[in-house]
């Protein structure tokens, strides 16, 4: 059975949408084995626009959210640095879904259970718009940074190792 546009929305989307940012979806087929940076070139995007989103939980139990470029990772004590946190430390996968409404792979900056602080690796100034996850494996959002520090304030760091 054919899907409808409506059946891919997720939260991130709907979001959007109801923001009336200006962005794109794309959907693609997604082999769970891939990494961010095969699937970047398998979809033809410069790979340092392509962004991953993290989730952490600071020393004082607070949450943080970082996107840093899907080839590198994430510093945790830059990330902790950013955050004003003694530390960081990533959340587990199995914890991920009851905290954001989203699933490792497809976790997206947009259109979580709860507003987090957000922070982005500061390259992502270097593009016009960068990619990130659009709220489940095989979805990209593309749009300008610059539009979604709109829907999600987030603050620009230097995060990634």
Same mark, same amino acid.
């Given at each position: 059975?054919?899907?409808?546009?409506?059946d891919?929305?997720?939260? @991130?989307?709907?979001?959007?949408?109801?923001a009336?940012?200006?962005?794109?979806?794309l959907? /693609?087929e @997604?082999?769970?084995?891939?990494?961010?940076?095969?699937?970047?070139?398998?979809?033809?995007?410069?790979? #340092?626009?392509? /962004?991953?989103?993290l989730v952490?939980?600071?020393?004082?139990?607070?949450? &943080?959210?970082? *996107?840093?470029? %899907?080839a590198?990772?994430? #510093?945790?004590?830059?990330?902790? @640095?950013? @955050?004003g946190e003694?530390?960081?430390?990533?959340?587990?996968?199995?914890?991920? *879904?009851?905290?954001?409404? &989203?699933?490792h792979?497809?976790?997206?900056?947009?259109?979580?259970?709860k507003? /987090?602080?957000? +922070?982005?690796d500061?390259?992502?100034?270097?593009? #016009?718009t960068? &990619? /990130?996850?659009?709220?489940k494996v095989?979805?990209?959002?593309?749009?300008?940074?610059?539009?979604l520090?709109h829907?999600?304030p +987030?603050?620009?760091?230097d995060?990634? %190792?």
């Amino acid at each position: 059975m054919a899907r409808s546009a409506k059946d891919h929305k997720t939260n @991130a989307l709907r979001e959007l949408d109801a923001a009336g940012l200006a962005h794109e979806a794309l959907f /693609f087929e @997604a082999d769970p084995s891939m990494t961010g940076v095969e699937i970047a070139r398998a979809q033809g995007e410069e790979v #340092d626009a392509v /962004f991953k989103t993290l989730v952490t939980e600071g020393k004082s139990g607070a949450h &943080y959210v970082f *996107l840093v470029p %899907v080839a590198c990772e994430l #510093d945790l004590k830059k990330a902790a @640095a950013a @955050a004003g946190e003694k530390a960081v430390a990533m959340v587990r996968s199995r914890d991920l *879904l009851p905290l954001t409404g &989203y699933v490792h792979g497809g976790c997206s900056p947009i259109g979580m259970k709860k507003r /987090f602080p957000t +922070f982005i690796d500061e390259t992502a100034q270097l593009f #016009d718009t960068i &990619y /990130f996850s659009g709220g489940k494996v095989g979805c990209q959002v593309r749009m300008a940074p610059d539009d979604l520090d709109h829907l999600v304030p +987030f603050v620009y760091a230097d995060l990634a %190792v």
